[in-house]
């Protein structure tokens, strides 16, 4: 117990290492940089990229002040030609809609449609449920989706 006052308590590091990076380490750095042009394609597609929903708020307004109307006798539609040559596709469901259960197995089969029946025709789409929605049968949904894509091909706007 001698000079206990001159004790810390952090033990000084004795013959303290540095890391010295291999060469291996530098020549795979070198590596990466010698490629910029596949970093660039990568970046490029991932611009190029195109949504397949409406998401905002902004999107939404664009098409109901914009769109045209739909009825048919499981949802109603209201839909805007867009020049990206795909249908991106907004819910607008609520809780009167059923469960979240029910409004996702709605969602699903809806976006099933649009991808059977993806004929290289731009639109957007916002789905709004009608009285029978949540009792719909996939007959009638797959129906009303086909005149739904039918309206919009003969769409002269």
């Known amino acids: 117990m001698i000079n206990e006052k001159n004790l810390s308590a952090?033990?000084?590091v004795k013959g303290k290492k540095t890391w010295i990076p291999e060469k291996n380490v530098d020549e795979e750095r070198q590596k990466n940089n010698?490629?910029?042009?596949?970093?660039?394609?990568?970046?490029?597609?991932s611009l190029r990229k195109t949504e397949s929903t409406l998401k905002k708020s902004y999107q939404f307004r664009k098409v109901f002040r914009k769109g045209?109307?739909?009825r048919g006798v499981?949802?109603?539609?209201?839909?805007?030609?867009?020049t990206l040559g795909n249908i991106r596709l907004g819910?607008?469901?609520?809780?009167?809609s059923g469960n979240a259960v029910k409004r996702n197995l709605i969602r699903r089969r809806i976006k099933h449609l649009k991808d059977q029946n993806s004929k290289r025709i731009g639109a957007d789409i916002v789905i709004l449920p009608a009285g029978k929605l949540r009792d719909a049968r996939?007959?009638?949904?797959?129906?009303d989706f086909e005149k739904l894509i039918f309206m919009i091909e003969n769409d002269t706007c």
Do not use: G, H, T
């Not at 010698?34 to 597609?45: A, G, I, L, S, V």
């Not at 499981?74 to 867009?82: E, T």
């Not at 819910?91 to 009167?96: E, H, N, Q, R, V």
């Open 91 to 96: 819910f607008s469901l609520s809780a009167k």
């Open 74 to 82: 499981s949802f109603r539609a209201v839909y805007m030609k867009n």
């Open 68 to 70: 045209k109307a739909f």
């Open 34 to 45: 010698k490629c910029p042009e596949e970093k660039r394609k990568k970046e490029f597609d």
């Open 138 to 143: 996939w007959i009638d949904i797959r129906e």
């Open 10 to 12: 952090k033990q000084p």
